[in-house]
């Protein structure tokens, strides 16, 4: 009976899961995935409004912890034009928040992003769209302010999608 208990007491537990879609670049349109079409005007103005929204200091986008659930949390973060941007948590053990300029950064490479960077970013995909695991800088100091340290979060394990918004087909 004591194990029994016991294991009733780790099911929770056992039941969240990590959600691993792995951290490369995975561009839609090619083998196994269907182009979403996205307008680039659409997408390069999604990453500038992720960074406006940090214009009046850090801003963070946090997913709580959620043990219990089975399966990983997919929320809907904005629709801009033709694109629609998605957030994952891909480990629902653990709140993760991370920097709106890091998912900016993720999307489009960064501001003053080389050719190469933004091949290795979102954008990288061209109207494909695609999914990127946040790329976080962990030297970002907005990871050491209190409104971070306020979140409880991990800066880790939120998977950015970029598909077609569906009010623009």
């Known amino acids: 009976m004591k194990l029994y208990t016991a294991l009733l007491a780790i099911l929770p537990l056992v039941s969240a899961q990590i959600c691993d879609e792995g951290s490369q670049l ?98 990288g995909c061209g109207e494909n769209g695609g999914q990127l695991l946040v790329q976080v800088k962990p030297d970002n100091p907005a990871y050491q302010t209190e409104k971070y340290k306020a979140t409880g979060g991990t800066p880790k394990d939120i998977l950015i999608k970029i598909v077609r918004a569906p009010g623009s087909l």
């Not at 960074?51 to 709580?64: I, K, N, Q, V």
Request: include cysteine.
């Open 26 to 123: 995975v561009c839609y349109g090619k083998p196994g995935g269907e182009s979403q079409n996205i307008n680039l005007d659409d997408l390069e103005y999604a990453a500038w409004e992720f960074r406006r929204l940090s214009e009046d200091g850090p801003a963070f986008w946090t997913m709580p912890a959620n043990i219990t659930k089975r399966g990983c949390d997919e929320w809907m973060m904005f629709e801009i034009g033709t694109v629609l941007a998605l957030a994952k948590h891909t480990n629902n053990r653990i709140t993760s928040s991370v920097s709106f300029d890091d998912i900016a950064d993720t999307i489009d490479g960064g501001p003053e992003a080389t050719p190469e960077q933004r091949e290795k970013a979102i954008m």
